[in-house]
């Protein structure tokens, strides 16, 4: 089952785990968090996002220091 990350909820995120293919990270893009799904496209790292309207971003683009960490919990709002 994929994670349904919507507006409005908590992430629980460490920065201790080393961030694998598969797993959502938080990064900074141009100063700015933001969360994607890292990934393996055409054998290059990439970070995606679940929204099919928001473009790729290769991480070899920028410094792999951008990831900030591993998202491990997501609280939905009530």
Known sequence: ???HIRDGDILMVDKSIEPK???VVIA???CEMTVKRLSEV???LTLTADNPNSPDLKVGDCD???IWGVVTNVIHQL
């Open 28 to 30: 900074a893009i141009n």
């Open 64 to 66: 792999v220091s951008m």
């Open 1 to 3: 089952m994929e994670p």
């Open 42 to 44: 055409d054998g290059q």
């Open 21 to 23: 293919v598969g797993k």
